[in-house]
């Protein structure tokens, strides 16, 4: 997806997803991908699908959302117990 898709499916301002977009790349659940066109799009990484499938509960992902904004270790790896 690219920034314009995420911002009109989010209905959330361009600079809010290039932020969030920003601190979750840092964190390795998503990723960049060149198309050779001048458009970026995203993708999640493998950790980024792992976390999101196994969640059935989208409590649980806000809740690990949250913990993706606000942790201080970029690459600090998510472990999923208990949750």
């Known amino acids: 997806m690219t920034l ?8 959330i301002s361009k600079s809010t997803v290039h932020e969030h977009l920003t601190i979750l790349i840092e964190s ?3 990723r960049k ?3 050779n066109n001048k458009w970026v799009y995203y993708e ?12 059935k509960s989208p ?4 809740i ?3 913990f993706v904004l606000v942790r201080k270790e ?10």
């Open 4 to 11: 314009k898709d995420l911002t009109d499916e989010l209905n």
């Open 28 to 30: 390795g659940l998503v």
């Open 33 to 35: 991908v060149n198309k």
């Open 44 to 55: 999640l990484t493998e950790e980024g699908r792992e976390i999101l499938h196994s969640c």
């Open 59 to 62: 409590k649980k992902i806000i």
């Open 64 to 66: 690990l959302l949250y």
């Open 74 to 83: 970029p690459h600090e790896k998510i472990v999923l117990s208990g949750v």
